[in-house]
């Protein structure tokens, strides 16, 4: 059901949009390093993935614009532990891996300089939609069987239960212009949990961005 609701508004959304002038449009792409925050996050550490889309700029005024955008975004994180103990060793590694269909929504505004560029920052929410969820891991481990060493180790893969389907975020960010080269650093903050678990967990995402504008 909220698939249908968040579908319906932002029809209603682009309709209200056709109605201005646009400034400019062109597509973005560029690298993830995203993690996650919150309860049992100790042993968490940041995983690359894939951001990929495009934007639509309406300009407000000289020095505001709203700017909606659309992206495929890969985020998640690793989890790694060690543990021994006397002739015992045992190392394993996950990795969560999400997928998500992200549309933010932002206010921007243009920082004035006399220069051959235009830099700007820019503020505003993000709705996520997940497309999957899945954790992979890895393990390693080693004892002594009286006789000698024995390492066994082996991997496994699957789908998350319980993950939410609608994500909320907030976007802090900033820009630098040349022409029609963009560059793009942003901050992405999860408000609302990765999953209905009995751990809080959070998405957060550092982005690196290079687009072309139309």
Same mark, same amino acid.
């Given at each position: ?6 579908? @319906? ?16 449009? *062109?597509? =973005?792409?560029? @690298?993830?390093?995203? /993690?996650?925050? *919150? ?6 550490? !940041? #995983? ?8 639509? /700029? ?6 505001? !614009?709203?700017?909606? %955008? ?19 060793? %045992?190392? +394993? ?40 969820? /899945? +954790?992979? +891991? %890895?393990?390693?481990? !080693? ?6 060493? @024995? /390492? %066994?180790?082996? !991997? +496994? ?13 907030? &976007?802090?960010?900033?820009? @630098? ?16 949990? &990765? ?6 967990? #959070?998405? =957060? ?5 290079? *687009?072309? #504008?139309?």
């Amino acid at each position: 059901m909220k698939k249908y609701v968040i579908l @319906v508004l932002l029809i209603f959304v682009t309709v209200q949009l056709l109605a201005y002038d646009v400034q400019a449009k *062109g597509v =973005k792409g560029g @690298v993830n390093f995203s /993690t996650v925050s *919150g309860d049992y996050d100790e042993n968490m550490e !940041s #995983k690359a993935g894939l951001i990929l889309g495009g934007f639509m /700029t309406y300009e407000i005024n000289d020095q505001f !614009s709203f700017q909606p %955008e659309i992206y495929f975004t890969m985020k998640g994180a690793k989890n790694e532990w060690e543990y021994s103990y006397g002739d015992e060793y %045992e190392k +394993s590694e996950e990795t969560l891996k999400l997928n998500y269909l992200e549309i933010p929504l932002l206010g921007v505004m243009n920082i004035p300089v006399e220069a051959s560029f235009a830099p700007k920052v820019f503020f505003g929410p993000a709705l996520g939609i997940n497309l999957s969820a /899945t +954790s992979e +891991s %890895e393990f390693e481990y !080693s004892y002594y069987d009286g006789y000698e060493y @024995v /390492t %066994e180790s082996g !991997s +496994s893969d699957g789908d998350l239960e319980d993950v939410n389907t609608i994500e909320f975020g907030l &976007i802090l960010g900033g820009a @630098v212009e040349f022409d029609k080269i963009v560059i793009d650093l942003r901050y992405n903050m999860g408000l609302t949990d &990765i999953g209905d678990w009995d751990n809080s967990l #959070k998405n =957060k995402v550092f982005s690196i961005l290079l *687009g072309y #504008k139309f």
